[in-house]
């Protein structure tokens, strides 16, 4: 299943490509299941990977951000979220992606095979189960270090449209980090969790659903990093479209060590 992932990626970056910041690829074409707008763009990505997988011979049931769920005769389910950062593609902004999972049950934890391509640089992402992650044929890792500084830790966190209670209660939390990225499109910013460039990314919202992470949730173990709960327990979830968590993904687990003492966030 995972060259049928990656060819799936490849294939929505050729079909979108010319669809980004135009007025075409942004015209809103009603509520998709996952209850977002959807955009022409986000349909063309959804159709092009549907019509590799039907190619492929397999009929798996597809569980898409658009589409809802569409049962299928074979074992096994794809989760996809065929362009993950649509806000960024409406302004032409270059940080998005399509993001496909392959799982054999219905957790997250079930996800075996995992592709992720960057619709701007055409970087592919994948990763299968006990096989380790790579990036356009190079294996890759998290970033590891022999002593974890506090002040050279490099965090995403998504704090769009957060609520003032969550605000005020992770404040605490994002005082003690002096390097925040934010990019807008959280499957593509765990692939750069898991190459290195960042030590950690959370979302604790409660607004993720598992088409937005499937794919990075198994990258990022698979380059050894961690994905927990917002209790420190190893994430898990049904990956329903309809379910909804939070996360935190981070490099090392010395680094939950270090903010979760000094801040206390994740009781």
């Given at each position: 299943?995972?060259?049928?992932?990656?060819?799936?990626?490849?294939?929505?970056?050729?079909?979108?490509?010319?669809?980004?910041?135009?007025?075409?690829?942004?015209?809103?074409?009603?509520?998709?299941?996952?209850?977002?707008?959807?955009?022409?763009?986000?349909?063309?990505?959804?159709?092009?990977?549907?019509?590799?997988?039907?190619?492929?011979?397999?009929?798996?049931?597809?569980?898409?951000?658009?589409?809802?769920?569409?049962?299928?005769?074979?074992?096994?389910?794809?989760?996809?979220?065929?362009?993950?950062?649509?806000?960024?593609?409406?302004?032409?902004?270059?940080?998005?992606?399509?993001?496909?999972?392959?799982?054999?049950?219905?957790?997250?934890?079930?996800?075996?095979?995992?592709?992720?391509?960057?619709?701007?640089?055409?970087?592919?992402?994948y990763a299968s189960k006990g096989n380790g992650a790579f990036l356009n044929g190079n294996k890759m890792t998290v970033r590891k270090s022999d002593k974890i500084k506090q002040d050279e830790i490099i965090a995403g966190i998504n704090i769009s449209g957060v609520s003032q209670e969550l605000l005020h209660s992770i404040g605490p939390f994002i005082s003690k980090l002096n390097h925040i990225r934010v990019f807008g499109?959280?499957?593509?910013?765990?692939c750069f969790l898991a190459r290195g460039y960042l030590d950690l990314f959370m979302d604790f919202r409660a607004k993720i659903r598992p088409t937005d992470m499937a794919a990075a949730f198994l990258i990022v173990k698979e380059a050894g990093g961690l994905v927990l709960d917002k209790y420190g327990n190893t994430l898990d979830s049904d990956i329903s479209s309809g379910n909804r968590f939070s996360f935190i993904a981070l490099s090392d687990y010395e680094i939950y060590k270090i903010l979760s003492q000094d801040l206390n966030l994740f009781k």
């Open positions: 299943m995972i060259e049928t992932l990656k060819t799936a990626c490849l294939e929505v970056r050729k079909a979108v490509k010319g669809l980004v910041g135009t007025p075409e690829g942004n015209t809103k074409m009603g509520q998709g299941a996952g209850g977002d707008i959807s955009r022409k763009i986000d349909l063309v990505a959804e159709e092009k990977v549907i019509e590799t997988i039907k190619k492929s011979g397999t009929n798996p049931t597809i569980i898409g951000e658009e589409c809802g769920t569409m049962p299928g005769n074979d074992k096994g389910y794809i989760i996809m979220d065929a362009i993950d950062g649509t806000t960024n593609v409406t302004r032409s902004i270059p940080f998005n992606c399509c993001s496909l999972a392959y799982a054999t049950d219905t957790m997250l934890s079930s996800v075996v095979d995992a592709a992720i391509v960057d619709i701007t640089t055409g970087d592919l992402y499109a959280n499957a593509l910013e765990l």
